[in-house]
C-alpha cells in the first residue's frame, strides 16, 4: 500500500487566536471561539503531516487594563502581566497549548513591537493614507483625564443600546466619542468639558481591492456588509492615535495633548508581526511568517465584535502598505450567549 501522506512534501502553517485584554481571566467565548478552534484546526493539519504553528498572546495596552488597575489598585504592567500568566495557565490546563504565547510588554518582545507599531504608522502617512481629523473628547479637569476607551460610556448612535468606548456589540458600528448619545464618565470624578484634539487617522485609498480581498477570502457576507455599511456612513475611516498615556506614544505635530496609537487598529498588525517574527524563531529560518517571501499560509481569528479593526485596518492597512503579507484567512467567530446574554 502507497503511503501518500509519506510522499507529500508537507505544507507550512501559522495559526493566530485573537490575542485577548490581560483584564481577566479567559471567558467561555474565548475558549469555545478561537482557541478551541485554531487548536482543533492545528492538530488536524498535524495529523495530515503538515506543519502547523499555533501563537498568540496578550494585547496589553488595551484600555480595559487601566480599568482593571484601577479596581485592582495595581499598575498596568502589573495588571497586564498577571492576567497574562493567568490566561497562559487557563489554555494550558484546557489541554490547548500554544507554541508561544507572547506578552509584548517582557523585555524579549515589547521593543520590537514598539517599533514595529511606529513603522506601521510611519509607513501608512508615506504612504499618503493618513489624515489628522478635529474631534472633541469629554475631559475632565479635576483628575486630568479625557473620557477615552473605558472609561466613556453612552449610547450606540446608530441602533441605541448601550456602549463603552467607541464601537457597539449589538450593530458591529465603530465611531467617534463626539458621536455618542448620552455619554459621560464611567467614574464620579467631577465635572466635564468638551476638548478638541487633533488625532491620526488612517483613509483607505483602495477599497475596491479590500473588497476583492474580503470576497476572495470566504469572508460571509455578514462581515463584509460591517466594513461596507461603515465606509459607507463613516468613508473608509479607522483611528489611529487618542489621548492617552497608556500605550505606544505617538506625537501628533502640533497637538499638544499627549497620544497613544490606538491597539483596536496598528495593535493588530504589530501583534501579527511579532507572531510572524516568532515563528522565523521556533522554526529556525529566521523569517517571518508574513514576509512575501515566506511560503507559509497564515490564518488569524476573530470574533465579529472585531471585525471592522481587523477587516478595515488590519487587513486594509496591510494592503494599502504592501510591505507584509496580510493572513491569507480568518477563522471567524460569533457570540455565544447564555440565557439571552453574551458570556
Not at 15 to 29: A, D
Not at 99 to 118: G, M
Request: glycine letters at 8%; one cysteine or more.
Amino acid at each position: 500500500m502507497v503511503d501518500f501522506l509519506s510522499e507529500r512534501t508537507p505544507r507550512h502553517y501559522l495559526l493566530i487566536p485573537v490575542m485577548p485584554t490581560p483584564n481577566g481571566r479567559l471567558h467561555l467565548g474565548h475558549v469555545a471561539g478561537p482557541f478551541l478552534k485554531m487548536d482543533i484546526l492545528a492538530r488536524h493539519l498535524r495529523r495530515g503531516g503538515d506543519n502547523a504553528w499555533l501563537i498568540s498572546g496578550t494585547d496589553p495596552h488595551d484600555s480595559f487594563v487601566l480599568l482593571k488597575a484601577h479596581q485592582t489598585n495595581q499598575t498596568p504592567e502589573q495588571t497586564a502581566n498577571h492576567f497574562h500568566d493567568l490566561i497562559f495557565n487557563d489554555l494550558r490546563s484546557l489541554d490547548i497549548l500554544p507554541d508561544a504565547f507572547i506578552n509584548p510588554l517582557q523585555p524579549e518582545w515589547s521593543e520590537r513591537y514598539t517599533l514595529l507599531s511606529i513603522d506601521t504608522v510611519n509607513s501608512l502617512i508615506k504612504k499618503g493614507v493618513t489624515e489628522i481629523r478635529r474631534e472633541r473628547f469629554l475631559y475632565c479637569p479635576a483628575s486630568d483625564r479625557y473620557i477615552v476607551g473605558c472609561w466613556l460610556i453612552g449610547r450606540c448612535p446608530a441602533c441605541g443600546s448601550d456602549v463603552c468606548g467607541y464601537f457597539c456589540e449589538e450593530c458591529n458600528s465603530h465611531f467617534r466619542p463626539e458621536m455618542l448619545e448620552d455619554s459621560y464618565s464611567r467614574l464620579n470624578e467631577g465635572a466635564l468639558e468638551w476638548r478638541e484634539v487633533r488625532c491620526l487617522y488612517l483613509r483607505l485609498s483602495a477599497t475596491e481591492l479590500l473588497f476583492s480581498r474580503m470576497a476572495a477570502m470566504g469572508l460571509p457576507d455578514e462581515f463584509q456588509q460591517i466594513v461596507r455599511q461603515h465606509i459607507a456612513t463613516q468613508g473608509a475611516l479607522i483611528r489611529l492615535t487618542q489621548p492617552g498615556k497608556w500605550g505606544v506614544p505617538w506625537l501628533v505635530p502640533n497637538e499638544p495633548v499627549p497620544q497613544v496609537i490606538f491597539t483596536y487598529a496598528v495593535a493588530i498588525i504589530s501583534l501579527w508581526l511579532v507572531c510572524g517574527e516568532a515563528y522565523g524563531h521556533l522554526t529556525g529560518t529566521g523569517i517571518n511568517a508574513f514576509s512575501q517571501s515566506s511560503k507559509v499560509t497564515t490564518i488569524a481569528s476573530f470574533g465579529i465584535d472585531n471585525a471592522l479593526p481587523f477587516l478595515l485596518s488590519g487587513l486594509g492597512a496591510n494592503l494599502e502598505l504592501g510591505t507584509f503579507n496580510p493572513p491569507d484567512y480568518f477563522l471567524l467567530n460569533y457570540f455565544y450567549y447564555l440565557e439571552g446574554a453574551k458570556f
